[in-house]
């Protein structure tokens, strides 16, 4: 009776995990597949002269290294500057951001922005600034968007499109990295704007990235004080409302911020204790009423935040079987040479090995960040409040 319940559980897991990792993104593209051939029409981005105004908000926090070319990424986009405002909101920086900003807004190309500077002494955090900023924006279509992050130049103009359509209440930008951390990494963002697509042509992305996305400030609700991952929280309580958050490469976001191992193992700490805090918020996406959506929900982003403990059950599991079936000793080797190979790529950073075990590496430490951001979350280590990772420190 405990081997056929040990054996029905390691079964389970196993599905699941297969599923998660291998079957969803198939499955998924065999969807996204089928949709595409089903509706033909192939999206331009149209020229009106009727272009909606927009407030594009930038909440700040010591950010002298990134800020000055922010403001000149901004001047340069193709949309008419008397239909944009931009408002930066400074959380208490403490080094020259806020004169980098008044410096550079002399500049004759950035003169030519609507600009306003909300500077506070004291700092609150980014999700209190986000709060503030909707309070005291009127415009219906906002923006936020990094201070790190460049903006690809027609950015605007295929939000105002995409917006034309009432169903839409997100828009979410394709997200890059200028100099990314690892070849893990890399590969990883790739996959993640595939998933992002496809997940956008059947229902809705799940989540956007703070580098830029825009929403309908009528759907905006405020945000709680402890929210870890306000750019998951917001637009998807505006998904919650039966709008859709639509995903679009053509605009891109590009992270100027050289990454590091270090950075990249910190940022999954925090998101994954930010996934934790989501899914206790967010349990109305699993009612099926919400079709592709819960679909997607529940596959991607819900599976993983419980594959750490699913992974640790299936690992005992089949080490109990181990000691009298042969099968399940083959499962168990294979684990440990997974995670051997994991071990050792992390102890050797530098030595040149294959991508095969570079890709296991980064799936293998993105599983434990999550664990270790879900220990933090649950034992209440971890909150809403202005996080900077660079490449030496990491400074709250």
């Given amino acids: 009776m405990t081997d056929t319940l040990l054996w029905s559980c390691t079964l389970i897991l196993g599905l699941i995990i297969v599923y998660h990792h291998v079957g969803y993104p198939v499955l998924l593209r065999y969807w996204a597949n089928r949709k595409r051939q089903q509706s033909l029409h192939h999206h331009q981005v149209e020229e009106h002269s009727d272009f909606p105004e927009l407030s594009i908000i930038i909440p700040t926090y010591n950010e002298a290294e990134v800020i000055a070319e922010k403001l000149r990424n901004l001047a340069f986009l193709d949309y008419p500057t008397h239909r944009f405002e931009v408002r930066i909101y400074d959380d208490g920086s403490q080094d020259d951001t806020l004169s980098i900003i008044h410096r550079t807004l002399q500049e004759a190309d950035v003169k030519k922005l609507r600009v306003q500077v909300i ?15 909707m309070r005291e924006t009127s415009t219906e279509l906002v923006l ?25 209440g997100v828009v979410a930008a ?29 229902g809705s992305t799940i989540g956007a990235h703070g580098a830029l996305y825009c929403f309908r400030r009528s759907l905006f609700e405020e945000l709680p004080e402890n929210a870890i991952n306000d750019d998951f929280i917001l637009p998807m309580r505006i998904v919650a409302q039966g709008r859709r958050c639509i995903y679009d490469r053509d605009i891109v976001a590009v992270e100027l911020e050289q990454a590091s191992l270090t950075m990249d193992h910190q940022r999954r700490k925090r998101i994954a204790a930010g996934n934790v805090q989501q899914a206790l918020m967010l349990t109305p996406l699993l009612n099926p009423k919400h079709g592709a959506t819960a679909f997607n929900y529940i596959s991607g982003k819900f599976l993983r935040v419980c594959m750490p403990l699913i992974l640790v059950v299936f690992l005992l599991c089949t080490l109990l079987l181990s000691l009298h079936s042969w099968l399940a000793m083959v499962l168990l080797l294979g684990q440990i040479l997974v995670y051997g190979l994991a071990s050792i790529r992390a102890l050797t950073p530098s030595a040149p090995w294959p991508k095969p075990v570079n890709l296991v590496h980064y799936l293998v430490s993105g599983h434990f960040a999550n664990a270790l951001g879900a220990l933090r979350y649950l034992s209440g280590q971890e909150n809403g409040r202005w996080q900077r990772v660079k490449l030496e420190a990491h400074h709250d």
């Avoid at 500077?119 to 600034?129: D, L, T, Y």
């Avoid at 936020?144 to 169903?167: E, G, T």
């Fill in 119 to 133: 500077a506070n002494e004291v700092n609150q955090g980014k999700v209190a600034i986000i709060n503030q900023a």
């Fill in 144 to 168: 936020l968007s990094d201070a790190s992050a460049l903006i690809s130049i027609d950015a605007l103009k295929i939000v105002a499109r995409h917006m034309r359509d009432a169903s839409v």
């Fill in 174 to 202: 394709s997200y890059q990295i200028l100099t990314p951390g690892s070849e893990g990494e890399e590969t990883y963002w790739r996959y993640q704007t595939n998933i992002k697509e496809m997940e956008s042509v059947v």
